[in-house]
């Protein structure tokens, strides 16, 4: 009596129906790694909570969602209809975050599919790759405080084409402008340039003298940023 509480109402005498001892085993197995997943993102990363917790739930949430197509090739393709919605009604990620819930579907749909040692073993393994990246620091940037983007606002009736050009030449190595913006009703230019300081020890000397250039209007030096949307 028991287990005809978890079987289907459109189910036959010819289903296969998953036992209440499998499920749980596999659902379990799904979080545990779910937790292992939102540990490792934790480590020398900035989360928030919302996303940790995703982290945790997801893996059990795709591995429930296969065992339950169990088969059904129409009922996966609808399935994988609503994962792909999903994306469209959530807020873009970093490539970081958006591997990391790769990763754990992977996880769940492993899990789902009942191959709990091969889940585990994939989870790990991602799991080292992502520590052993995140202790290296591969692939960042070296002297990563060099990379700078600054922001100067100046008056319309200045030429901003080569305004800056000899500051430029003697602070910096490289300097790119990557956006012109107008603001205050149009009266002035906000422009943003992404630069690479020769020397990070003269940068309040660059900021004053380009104040002097830009009559003393707002100027902002910023650590430079990848962009959330840079998948």
Not at 26 to 41: N, S
Not at 91 to 100: D, L, S, Y
């Amino acid at each position: 009596m028991p287990e005809a509480i978890f079987r289907g109402l459109f189910d036959s005498d010819i289903t296969q129906v998953i036992s209440v001892t499998d499920f749980l085993l596999c659902l379990g197995c799904a979080l545990i790694l779910g937790f292992v997943m939102a540990f490792t993102y934790m480590y020398r990363s900035r989360y928030t909570k919302s996303f940790v917790v995703t982290l945790v739930l997801l893996p059990a949430v795709v591995c429930v969602v296969i065992m339950l197509v169990n088969g059904n090739v129409g009922t996966g393709v609808a399935v994988a209809g609503t994962f792909s919605l999903v994306r469209f009604r959530s807020v873009p990620g970093t490539a970081r975050e958006i591997c990391t819930l790769f990763l754990a579907m992977g996880a769940g749909l492993i899990t789902g599919m009942g191959y709990l040692g091969f889940g585990v073993l994939f989870t790990l393994l991602m799991c080292a790759v992502f520590l052993l990246c995140s202790r290296l620091d591969f692939g960042a940037r070296r002297n990563e405080e060099a990379y700078k983007t600054v922001a100067v606002t100046i008056p319309e009736d200045l030429d901003y084409t080569g305004v800056f050009a000899d500051i430029w030449e003697e602070y910096t190595r490289s300097q790119e402008l990557v956006c012109v913006k107008t603001t205050n009703m149009g009266s002035m230019f906000r422009l943003t340039y992404q630069v690479t300081l020769r020397d990070p020890a003269r940068e309040k000397e660059m900021i004053d003298k380009l104040r002097c250039r830009n009559g003393n209007l707002e100027i902002s030096v910023s650590r430079q940023e990848t962009m959330a949307a840079e998948l």
